[in-house]
């Protein structure tokens, strides 16, 4: 039963999704609309996959209780999992039109933001150095680009939050949204780069007391014994 009405309440949000995809499409165009292209293309497949089992179930050839049981956990995963990624998607747009609305304010956040990540540069610079001096080159090979790669993000968001003003000075708050969400998306990764290179440092620390640590209770291991 529950197999059942899942597949029937899938199918009506593969219908409602095609919808809301092509008006998304109409107001912000194919690349920023392509996740939910694939999200929707995806769910579609799980979905026929689940219509194929319950046609198989249906079938004049019966198949037995344990296999039955096993088809039917399998379409109640199948649309489970498509619902999710539909939610998922539904999500993400949700914000970008909350973002097209409130976009003024996002742009001077993201501004904002990304001038705080800049000012992280020297010190994040500072911590890689150290751990060149402290550990093998081996040891943080890891983060060795971790900067470079996180100024050149901070430099795609300063572009995008000129591309934002620019759309918004114009009027297009669809496109600023867009470009808005680029530059945040920018923002957050460079500031998981400079993170990464404080992580290493801390698992390094925290692994090079494990040798002296192991050192000190053998030797007193054999001064007992």
Do not use: W
Not at 133 to 148: G, L
């Amino acid at each position: 039963t529950r197999a059942g009405s899942l597949l029937v309440q899938l199918d009506d949000s593969l219908k409602t999704s095609e919808q809301e995809l092509g008006f998304a499409v109409a107001q912000f165009g194919d690349d920023a609309t392509k996740d939910f292209t694939a999200v929707l293309a995806s769910a579609k497949a799980k979905v026929a996959q689940a219509f194929t089992i319950k046609q198989q179930l249906d079938d004049a050839q019966p198949e037995s209780v344990a296999d039955k049981r096993a088809l039917t956990t399998h379409i109640i995963q199948l649309c489970e999992a498509a619902d999710a990624e539909l939610d998922s998607q539904a999500d993400a747009f949700d914000a970008l039109r909350q973002l097209e609305k409130n976009a003024p304010d996002a742009l001077a956040t993201v501004v904002a933001d990304t001038a705080a990540a800049r000012a992280a540069v020297a010190g994040a610079t500072a911590a890689l150095s150290a751990l060149h001096e402290k550990y093998s080159a081996v040891a943080s090979a890891p983060v060795n680009d971790n900067v470079t790669q996180a100024m050149k993000l901070l430099d795609f968001a300063d572009a995008a939050a000129t591309k934002a003003k620019a759309s918004l000075d114009s009027g297009d708050s669809s496109a600023a949204a867009i470009a808005v969400r680029t530059a945040q998306s920018s923002v957050g990764q460079a500031g998981q780069l400079f993170a990464a290179i404080d992580t290493l440092a801390a698992g390094l620390a925290e692994a090079s007391t494990k040798p002296d640590a192991a050192v000190a209770d053998t030797t007193q291991d054999i001064a007992a014994a």
